[in-house]
């Protein structure tokens, strides 16, 4: 079946610009998790969403980030102003939920901020 | 603050060796443990999942859980060049809301 789909699979952004980054998660996945991953370095949570319901954002850096999953299937990651620490590879995973947690990943979006 | 510990590497071997990738994790109230592997430029696959104390095997991988320890590790049998990644160790620490904390990945060399 379809997998984790993500979009635009690479992004230029010039400094101060906004980006939206889109996630569609597996068919029937309640959970959808937004990570970044920096090079050499093991991905970092940045947000959780339990269908439409964002549970946990403890991890988005700062005001300029902002998710959402308004309809509890696709989710958006927004960020505002980039800056060029913002420069990564932003993975989405989702779950279905069961007790068993695994996730599955989503090709990413590798940002550039310039 | 917690945290995923794993060798860096790169951890080289010969076609047909055993790898054997460790982790050790610092919250021990974490109950899911996972092995994700990394192609570059690609995005994590996960390969293993376990649970509880033991051994769990699936093909050529097996994963080792050490509650008492804090300490997880996947051994690949019979290396393939193909099995040549990053290996990237994640936990779900107790309390959370089911997020992964991840190392920052052991890199696997297999020579042919």
């Known amino acids: 079946g379809a997998g984790v789909s993500q979009s635009p699979r690479y992004k230029v952004a010039k400094r101060g610009q906004d980006v939206a980054l889109r996630c569609d998660p597996i068919s029937g996945h309640v959970s959808l998790f937004w990570y970044q991953q920096a090079l050499g370095q093991g991905p970092e949570f940045l947000t959780y969403?339990?269908?439409?319901?964002?549970?946990?954002k403890s991890g988005l850096p700062s005001d300029r980030f902002f998710a959402e999953r308004p309809e509890g299937s696709v989710s958006t990651l927004k960020i505002q102003r980039t800056q060029q620490e913002d420069s990564a590879v932003y993975l989405c995973?989702?779950?279905?939920?069961?007790?068993?947690?695994?996730?599955?990943f989503g090709p990413g979006t590798r940002l550039t901020v310039t | 603050q917690k945290e995923v510990e794993q060798n860096s590497g790169p951890l080289s071997v010969p076609e047909g060796a055993i790898a054997s990738l460790n982790c050790t994790y610092s919250?021990?109230?974490?109950?899911?443990f996972f092995w994700y592997r990394q192609y570059s430029g690609k995005s994590p696959e996960l390969i293993m999942s376990i649970y509880s104390n033991g051994d769990k095997e699936d093909g050529r991988f097996t994963a080792q859980l050490n509650k008492a320890s804090q300490y997880v590790s996947l051994l690949i049998r019979d290396s393939q060049p193909s099995d040549s990644a990053t290996y990237l160790c994640a936990v779900i620490g107790g309390g959370s809301q089911g997020n992964l904390i991840f190392g920052k990945g052991t890199k696997l060399s297999v020579k042919p």
């Open positions: 919250d021990r109230g974490s109950q899911s």
């Open positions: 969403f339990q269908n439409e319901a964002q549970l946990d």
């Open positions: 995973a989702s779950s279905s939920g069961g007790v068993t947690y695994e996730q599955y």
